[in-house]
């Protein structure tokens, strides 16, 4: 089996050689996947993620979940954790966190206190057992490791970026489906 970083260097180099013409027409296909499940439906609070500049582009999936009048959070980088605040207009995500991902402010009033529905989550690359492999630094491990079994988790990405296997240790959280423009792969 490969290993972690041999693997996020393969996918990393995979998603910089996408289109920004491809990453919409792939967030639209995954955002018409996502919009049909029942966990979707019957969600009142999701979480989601501003994308970075080669990953799948989130802005049409947040931009359906504020229209569809749920409530959506976006996460923060505090230090070596996640908080989530929510947001009511994807105009006003101005912050720059360290890592270069927009970032809504930090209102006390907005944290995510209460359960989550659903969370869509980003990684490098995920494997056919819906493992995910991120950056390294557990900051969605951590998250998620505190969260209510209840919570529905969907990681996205481009196709090419599911690998059969990949490495896992007790840290690493598994999602619940890992949905691409071209397949839904589920436990």
Do not use: W
């Amino acid at each position: 089996m490969k290993d972690k970083d041999y693997l996020r260097e393969k996918y990393l180099k995979i998603r910089k050689n996408i289109s920004n013409m491809d990453r919409i027409h792939i967030a639209n296909s995954i955002l018409s996947k996502i919009i049909m499940l029942k966990e979707y439906k019957e969600a009142k609070l999701i979480c989601s993620y501003m994308s970075l500049e080669d990953e799948v582009y989130t802005h049409v999936i947040n931009k359906k979940i504020l229209e569809a009048k749920k409530t959506l959070a976006l996460p923060v980088v505090c230090e070596s954790n996640l908080e989530f605040y929510k947001v009511s207009d994807l105009k006003n995500i101005e912050e720059i966190s360290n890592f270069g991902i927009r970032e809504p402010k930090r209102v006390e009033e907005n944290l995510i206190k209460e359960n989550i529905d659903l969370m869509i989550i980003p990684g490098i690359c995920f494997d056919e057992h819906c493992n995910r492999l991120g950056f390294g630094k557990g900051y969605y491990d951590k998250y998620l490791a505190n969260l209510a079994n209840n919570t529905f988790k969907i990681g996205i990405c481009y196709d090419s970026q599911i690998e059969r296997e990949i490495p896992v240790t007790n840290m690493d959280i598994l999602m619940d489906l890992v949905i691409t423009e071209k397949r839904i792969i589920a436990i």
